[in-house]
């Protein structure tokens, strides 16, 4: 069973924890998962999150940060996302490739298409085939992260960088519907775990009908 699943949503979405719920849910079921992180997932990729994450690299230019983050894929695609999906198993990745055409596309107004040329190389073709949007307004992501972790570069971004992210988030989900699905990030966490099930369970069934999975 091969699958690429990403999780994308602004600070605050709850994907992280949904990412790890899935994870769990696909290795309950005795499915073969490879759950991972962007920026990260790499020795190398870590110590390039790091520098876009750390407080003290305030300066860091937007051009930088989108080559560091497409440094930190391509590494991460090479080493960990393409054996894994050879390997016919399924890879749970907390954001990709839309992160930064949301964040340095849009919010940082470099332009989509420019994003998508740096991360050509990048990706080596790799895309997910699912990919879940938790729609979480800047607001409402704050308000939820307000003490609930160490503050990093990305938290110190002025709020209308963050409403930029929103709406490029919003057009993505708009123009690449065949893997987007929007899930209102509002609902509880219980809630929005049903409805990824249901649609990675979907998936699963669509591509091997042989699969059981539990209801």
């Not at 930029?164 to 809630?191: H, M, N, P, Q, W």
Request: proline share 2%.
């Amino acid at each position: 069973m091969k699958l690429f699943i990403s999780f994308e949503g602004l600070e605050g979405s709850g994907k992280s924890t949904q990412v790890g719920l899935l994870g769990s849910r696909l290795k309950e079921e005795g499915i073969e998962t490879l759950v991972t992180r962007e920026p990260g997932g790499t020795r190398i990729g870590e110590l390039i999150r790091e520098i876009t994450h750390g407080r003290e690299n305030v300066d860091l230019t937007g051009v930088a940060e989108s080559y560091l983050m497409s440094a930190s894929r391509a590494q991460h695609v090479r080493e960990i996302i393409k054996p894994a999906l050879t390997a016919n198993k399924i890879v749970v990745c907390d954001r990709f490739l839309d992160s930064s055409l949301a964040y340095q596309g849009y919010g940082r107004e470099l332009g989509e298409e420019t994003i998508w040329q740096l991360n050509t190389l990048a990706i080596e073709g790799v895309l997910p085939d699912l990919t879940f949007f938790l729609d979480v307004s800047p607001a409402m992501g704050f308000a939820r992260r307000n003490g609930t972790k160490k503050i990093d570069r990305l938290d110190l971004q002025q709020k209308d960088f963050y409403q930029r992210v929103y709406e490029g988030y919003k057009k993505l989900a708009e123009k690449y519907t065949e893997r987007f699905v929007v899930i209102d990030g509002t609902k509880s966490v219980e809630e929005v775990a049903g409805i990824v099930w249901e649609q990675v369970k979907s998936k699963i069934k669509n591509q091997r009908s042989n699969t059981h999975i539990k209801e």
